[in-house]
């Protein structure tokens, strides 16, 4: 299948709108605090990384938060700004001439002025001596530098090194609260690149859903997935690793890695757990399809996908400024909860099974997170929002109340897996609500999951996910026809507006 996109013509203004935001946020909070406005915002971009001990280098992806501020591709630059001016300075690595033998034609300085719209270009040899002479303060030049624990990750964000950094002052603090949080609100450009990552992945999964066929390896569906998006998005990057997960396999929450590495043979009747995701400019998307590789959903199967299907609309449908979600995480296991009452695979009062956790047993990570820049986007706990410890609630990625302008996925899951289910099973506290005569029957089963990405808007939420999600879209869809269908009523689950 051809595509009906082509790669999306990117606006280097959204840099430079991306720059001023921090600038307001920045000075307002040196306002408040009775503090000059001078000084630098200095960051590191990424270097180079090559295969351990070898010569061979691998695909360089920029450092985000230098990306979302400077939107430089290649490795080896520095960027400033000036707090009081608001002027930008990049600084570029000056390449020696056998660059241009091996690599290509060496850029001006000029070129980077002009590409990236930044007020002055010079070379990584000159920091100290430019932000010397451009500092206006009394004093050493104040650098503010990036600085900040990554709660997904729990790794810390490297400030900038370079030689001549003791001239300076410091400032270590003040910066990475400041700017995570102004990657939490997405501009009109921002969400234009995201929408664009949403668009050519969810016609790449289209294009697996039509090609899976039993006999297959997982790792072809990930090849599909790749060319698509590649040869008619232009996305050289992923998001993350795909995950390309059948039969019992889609019970491991991150299955694709190096030692599970989606290399299992389809066969017929499995269910098929798709999570890939394209990136674009370094925006990203995060898409969750799910479905029987035979293009036949069976009893048991419809059980647990529409389960999980009611879960994603129940929560698009609440989701508005102000929500908060943890409320709709909690939401979401009420609803799988319900479904597995009603299909007799649990037994007993659905609030108990609440009481007891038992969401948790069948979905074990969180509703979503934050996504932009990165798969798993900063700000989902800022300074002085704590984490929940209860089990169900610490594996969210954020615990935040909803704000227009945020962009965070929406995928719950129902899964069958043997770790988390045969303890509460043994449990004597949890073990009377299950129906072992029935539940055995789902062991091996694997797993659903569905995730969609969602901008929140000033009265509901956008899904930016266009992928079939109805059971007849998706088998009519396997079975050759056209889609998006046209339709003449719209509904929550098809990736339009939900008002709350």
Request: charged share 20%; proline share 4%; hydrophobic share 35%.
């Amino acid at each position: 299948m051809a595509s009906s996109l082509s790669p999306l013509q990117v606006n280097m203004e959204l840099h430079f709108k991306n720059r001023q935001n921090l600038l307001n946020s920045l000075r307002h909070h040196l306002s408040q605090s009775f503090l000059p406005l001078d000084g630098f915002v200095l960051l590191q971009g990424g270097d180079e990384q090559t295969r351990y001990d070898t010569d061979h280098t691998e695909l360089f992806r920029q450092e985000s938060y230098f990306a979302y501020l400077f939107g430089v591709k290649e490795p080896g630059f520095y960027g400033a700004i000036d707090v009081g001016s608001g002027d930008s300075i990049l600084f570029a690595p000056r390449l020696p001439d056998e660059y241009a033998v091996w690599m290509g034609k060496i850029k001006s300085v000029s070129h980077f002025k002009e590409h990236y719209k930044v007020t002055t270009v010079c070379f990584t040899d000159e920091i100290v001596t430019v932000l010397q002479q451009n500092y206006q303060g009394s004093g050493k030049p104040l650098l503010f530098l990036l600085h900040g624990l990554n709660t997904d990750s729990n790794n810390f964000a490297k400030p900038a090194e370079f030689q001549g950094i003791d001239k300076f002052d410091k400032d270590l603090t003040t910066l990475h609260p400041i700017l995570t949080e102004c990657r939490v609100i997405k501009s009109d450009l921002e969400i234009e690149l995201i929408q664009y990552a949403n668009d050519i992945s969810s016609e790449a999964h289209i294009e697996v859903m039509r090609k899976a066929k039993a006999g297959m390896k997982e790792y072809q569906l990930e090849s599909i997935f790749l060319h698509h998006t590649y040869m008619y998005g232009g996305c050289r990057h992923c998001s993350y690793t795909c995950i390309c997960a059948t039969g019992d396999n889609s019970a491991v929450l991150h299955y694709g890695h190096t030692a599970a590495p989606n290399d299992k043979t389809l066969e017929d009747g499995d269910m098929a757990l798709l999570d890939m995701g394209a990136e674009y400019h370094f925006y990203g998307s995060d898409i969750t399809c799910s479905y029987p590789i035979n293009g036949k959903f069976t009893s048991d199967q419809t059980l647990i996908y529409n389960a999980v299907l009611d879960a994603h609309d129940a929560v698009i449908s609440s989701m508005k400024p102000g929500v908060s979600w943890i409320d709709m995480h909690i939401l979401s296991h009420k609803v799988i909860l319900e479904s597995l009452k009603k299909g007799q695979i649990l037994v007993g009062n659905v609030d108990d099974t609440m009481v007891a956790r038992l969401g948790h047993v069948f979905m074990p990570h969180g509703l979503g997170h934050l996504l932009g820049l990165d798969t798993h986007d900063p700000g989902g706990y800022p300074e002085g929002l704590e984490r929940r410890k209860e089990p169900g609630l610490k594996a969210l990625r954020t615990g935040r109340k909803l704000q227009e302008g945020m962009v965070i996925t929406v995928e719950p899951g129902c899964y069958f897996i043997e770790a988390l289910l045969l303890p509460a099973m043994n449990n004597p506290e949890t073990s009377k609500f299950f129906n072992t005569e029935v539940i055995n029957r789902f062991i091996g089963f694997g797993g659903v999951r569905i995730e969609s990405d969602l901008l929140v808007t000033a009265t509901g939420c956008y899904n930016m996910t266009k992928c079939p999600r109805k059971i007849q879209e998706i088998e009519a869809v396997m079975a050759g026809a056209p889609w998006p269908v046209k339709k003449t009523s719209t509904t929550v689950g098809n990736g339009l507006e939900s008002k709350a």
